[in-house]
């Protein structure tokens, strides 16, 4: 089951990407966050971008996310989307589920781009985007120093839709959730 994250799957969050930070070079943060921290970030982030979560029997499986790009207005119709899940759910189309689901809720809030930001090597995450229909746009050598080393950044990009002559505005997620035609299920 794909859902809208709530408040109490913070501290599962928090499982979840710990390796990432700690054990890993794929994330940049130095420090694991706490589920009070995921709490902060996903009531920021959801005011205006989708974060759901992928569930099955009542356990979370993995976590995906879209928040602003740039803060200039005029890069409001793209997005930087992530992805995390747990060692479970890996190569299971579990990231798929997740991803098309979210892809879906950004073309109806009316986003074109969604950007994937990924520590380069990754050959798991680079051919998973790949593989969902995201291109390689750039590389940016040498970016973050984590782990005793400088990091190189791949930069992926996904067009969810088709540009417009004049965009319309955005539709803020909060709002678009509100409406009582909306159904998760019914975007993937």
Excluded at 98 to 108: A, D, F, P, R
Excluded at 119 to 146: C, D, V, W
Aim: proline share 6%; with cysteine.
């Amino acid at each position: 089951m794909i859902r809208i994250a709530r408040v109490e799957d913070a501290p599962k969050f928090a499982e979840i990407y710990r390796p990432y930070v700690e054990k890993s070079v794929v994330s940049f943060e130095t420090e694991a966050p706490d589920a009070a921290e995921f709490c902060r970030r996903m009531k920021e982030t959801q005011k205006d971008y989708p974060w759901i979560v992928l569930e099955e029997n009542g356990k979370v499986l993995g976590y995906a996310y879209a928040h602003r790009y740039r803060e200039r207005k005029a890069y409001d119709w793209a997005v930087e989307s992530s992805i995390y899940l747990a060692d479970e759910a890996k190569h299971q189309k579990a990231g798929d589920r997740l991803y098309s689901s979210l892809m879906c809720i950004l073309k109806e809030q009316g986003v074109l781009l969604a950007y994937a930001f990924i520590t380069s090597p990754n050959p798991e995450s680079e051919n998973f985007h790949l593989k969902f229909g995201f291109q390689r746009e750039s590389m940016q050598k040498k970016i973050a120093y984590k782990d005793g080393a400088f990091r190189d950044l791949a930069v992926m990009r996904y067009q969810i839709g088709p540009f417009p002559e004049v965009p319309q505005p955005l539709i803020p997620f909060e709002v678009l959730r509100q409406n009582p035609t909306f159904r998760l299920e019914e975007n993937f």
